[in-house]
């Protein structure tokens, strides 16, 4: 059976850090694209990231870019989405998919991913 299982959500103040990790299951990292996405309370779905498992590309959203950072343990099957300076409008629920497709998918709200995990909290108070 596939899984993703996120964790390291919390409530951090504004300008701090939270290092997200996505464990997955049941399946080779190798072959998908893991992305890290996020929704807030009324708001769709927005694509944060993502990494290739089979060149390890990476893709960041302009809210992310320079502030996240996408890594994979290949041998742990986890991805990690470190996030620095980050700002209340940061706070949403981030879930983890995985998928065949490549950025664009992400970059797209993630319709056409495969798997999802659950999701974990992250509120960052100003």
Request: proline share 2%.
């Amino acid at each position: 059976e596939m899984q993703l299982v996120e964790s390291g959500g919390g409530l951090v103040q504004a300008g701090g850090s939270l290092r997200l990790s996505c464990l997955a299951s049941g399946f080779t990292f190798d072959d998908y694209t893991i992305g890290w996405f996020r929704q807030a309370p009324g708001k769709e779905r927005e694509g944060v990231s993502c990494i290739s498992g089979s060149d390890g590309s990476k893709y960041y959203a302009d809210s992310a870019q320079g502030r996240f950072t996408i890594s994979s343990d290949n041998a742990k099957n986890t991805v990690y989405l470190q996030m620095n300076s980050l700002k209340p409008e940061d706070t949403a629920v981030y879930y983890c998919a995985a998928g065949l497709g490549d950025f664009t998918v992400v970059a797209g709200g993630g319709y056409g991913m495969d798997y999802w995990g659950k999701g974990t909290l992250v509120t960052v108070s100003s």
